[in-house]
């Protein structure tokens, strides 16, 4: 038996380029199916995939072909194409080579996104005023990522960029497949459970609705709707929305965006510090030069009224006060012992003491009340005479008028 040639690589792949082409029913396909993974190039051409439930097929539809469509492709939507099988021999992948492209609806994926999405903001799982709004500090950040990839070390290289102060739990979860739902849910309620970080973030990289589709999971959204701790999505591109997106306190673009937003939270509170201090320096050194401005006024006054001085010179003048105040004092007392003299002198006089002791009586009632007059006496009324020595007792036998 002959031995085979030997043929390199790009050989068996031009061959196998040239065995689809050269086939005629390969030349004019017509295929239905759900686009997937739909990107459109700097150069015009558009790049997805085709699929159904079990396979997909790799598509290219270059940029004049493009051109002529009248929709925008997205993700989910079910389309007919119109194209040619062929291999790209760089890689050895066989693809369809795509000329006409029309939009059949949308794809069951799709539909399911949908759905879910109608039912959940039914529940009210998408209310602004249910959501919980960041702290104004973040010092601790959860991540429940794939701890591999390109989403992940973004993410942490931004946090420590812009706050390196910044500490960052890793929670590894797969974030693609039928457990990753699960292993999201698994550490969102890890993380509040140890209330141990002060806001969580959830994600991964881009990708198809296929590979994104465990943030569409119905139990995720409960979960992180129940969550007391603030979660941020951050699923896909910027323009990739999840159920997840929906439901979290706050959707990010991208994960390098919820990084951004975390840190850049902290950092602005940080600015904010450095304001208020700032301006209490300013206020306190304002207050201390008002207060020496004020102390050094004062100390001219001072100097200026002599206060000291005063105060002496008031010493001075109490002295003389209270000098003329005693002298006055004793001449009122020496005036007043005088009249007091007078008077004792005046009463002395009136004293019906001295009357008494030059024989004469006073003559009263019984009740001490003194008689000057006869009139109003009657007989046999009883009288006291007052000597100078005593008392008598008379009633009187006749009264005789002058």
Known sequence: MANPRILSVSEVNQFLKTLLESNSLLKNLMIQGELSNVKRAASGHLYFSLKDTASKIDCVMFKNAAMGIKFIPKEGMKVTLRGSLGVYPPSGQYQITVRSLEPQGQGDLYQAYLALKDELSERGYFDPDKKKKLPKTVS?????????????????????????????????????????????????????????????IIGRGGGSIEDLWAFNDKNLAKVIFDSELPIISAVGHEIDFTIADFVADIRAPTPSGAAELVAEETLAFINRLDQVKNRLMQSMNGQIRKNWETLFQLKKDLMRFRPRERVEEMRLNLDVLQERLLRSIKSMIKENRQQIKHLEARLEAVNPENVLNRGYVLVTDKNGIPIGTVKGLNQGQELKLRFKDGESLVRIESIKEN
């Not at 590894?172 to 698994?186: K, R, T």
């Open 140 to 200: 601790r950040v959860g991540l429940v990522t794939s701890p591999t990839g390109a989403a992940v070390s973004d993410m942490i290289t931004i946090i420590k960029r812009r706050n390196p102060l910044m500490d960052i739990v890793l929670y590894p979860s797969l974030v693609q497949g039928d457990a990753a739902a699960e292993n999201i849910s698994a550490g969102i309620r890890a993380f509040n459970v140890l209330k141990s970080v002060d806001v969580i």
